[in-house]
C-alpha cells in the first residue's frame, strides 16, 4: 500500500524516485523511526508517494534516512555505536 506525502510550499526537488532505473531514496519522518522508500514524486504538487503508510502531520520534518535522534551534518551519516 503507498502513501502519499503532499506539503505546499515544500520542495521535493532534494528527493529523488529513482528515474524508473534504480531505487528511490530511503526517506524518514522527523520524530520517528520507521524509514520508507520513494516510489514516485510529483514536483509540480510536491507530493513524495512511499512504498508503506506513514503517520505524516503537516509541517513534519523529512529527511534521508538516518539512525539515532537526528540527520547527522554533512554529506554522509554517522554510524551509531
Not at 522527523?30 to 520508507?36: D, L, P, R
Given at each position: 500500500m503507498a502513501e502519499s506525502i503532499e506539503e505546499r510550499g515544500a520542495d521535493s526537488r532534494y528527493f529523488i524516485d529513482g528515474w524508473g532505473i534504480m531505487e528511490g531514496d530511503r526517506i524518514q519522518l522527523?520524530?520517528?523511526?520507521?524509514?520508507?522508500t520513494i516510489l514516485s514524486i510529483d514536483h509540480e504538487t510536491n507530493t513524495i508517494t512511499v512504498d508503506r503508510d506513514l503517520s505524516y502531520r503537516k509541517g513534519q520534518g523529512v529527511s534521508l534516512e538516518y539512525s539515532g535522534l537526528a540527520p547527522d551534518p554533512g554529506a554522509f551519516e554517522i554510524p551509531v555505536q
Open positions: 522527523e520524530g520517528q523511526k520507521q524509514g520508507a
